[in-house]
């Protein structure tokens, strides 16, 4: 299971970046709102930290717009993804880049149909939003329970991508039901590695071991 990191802050991804155990890194233009700089600029810095992937969404409504503003943010390194909105114009993009040779990452993407037009259209990887379907009053598990369901029962080649993630739990899940990518919040790899029984056991450890040495 791959781990992405999902923030454009430079600190969060330098910080995650040093546990050795992150694959790659989305941005969409709410994360990069959040930071100073101009996106371009911030896009560089993350594609030197992190060595793998590095989604980067087009902003454009039709499929030629996608396209163009896809190869331009592919001139700021060669390991941007272009992140691309599961719409109807999206999808003809996203065949466009396949012919191409561009990876792409679907975003947006709430229906398991969505999966599977993007799927045909080549994306490289899909983005479920889950978080976003649990707060509709829906099961946004269900969705990554089926995406990599039909991707398995004919050999699709893209990936999923678990987006939107809130809590642990949702990792947990992801695991066990085989998801490609969970792509994280700085705030729940975290508490992904925190535990109340750990935290004790060493502090217990720590106490009974000054003891030794003052023996
Ligand atoms: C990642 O690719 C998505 O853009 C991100 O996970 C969305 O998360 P949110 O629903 O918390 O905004």
């Not at 299971?1 to 969060?12: G, L, R, Y």
């Not at 969409?28 to 896009?43: F, H, I, Q």
């Not at 598990?141 to 809130?166: C, H, K, P, W």
């Not at 990792?171 to 935290?199: C, M, N, R, W």
Request: glycine share 8%; proline share 4%; net charge neutral.
């Amino acid at each position: 299971m791959k781990f992405f990191i999902d923030t454009a802050n430079i600190a969060e991804i330098r910080e995650a970046a040093s546990l050795g155990i992150i694959d790659g890194c989305t941005t969409n233009p709410t994360l990069l709102s959040r930071e100073k700089g101009s996106y371009k600029d911030v896009l560089k810095e993350i594609c030197a930290i992190i060595p793998g992937p590095v989604s980067a969404e087009v902003v454009s409504m039709d499929a030629e717009g996608m396209v163009r503003e896809g190869k331009d943010l592919c001139k700021v390194a060669d390991n941007i993804i272009i992140k691309v909105p599961c719409i109807r114009e999206g999808v003809k993009a996203l065949s466009m880049f396949k012919k191409e040779g561009i990876q792409t990452n679907a975003t947006l993407c709430f229906s398991s149909m969505q999966g599977l037009l993007v799927a045909k259209a080549g994306a490289t990887y899909v983005s479920p939003f889950v978080g976003r379907v649990d707060d509709v009053g829906n099961p946004g598990m269900d969705l990554i329970r089926e995406l990599v369901q039909i991707y398995n029962n004919y050999s699709f080649g893209t990936q999923v991508i678990v987006a939107s993630i809130r809590h642990p739990q949702h990792v947990y899940e992801s695991a066990l039901i085989g998801a490609d990518v969970a792509t994280i919040p700085f705030k729940v790899l975290e508490q992904l590695i925190k535990h109340p029984l750990t935290d004790s056991g060493v502090k217990s450890f720590l106490a009974d071991w000054e003891k030794v040495t003052k023996k």
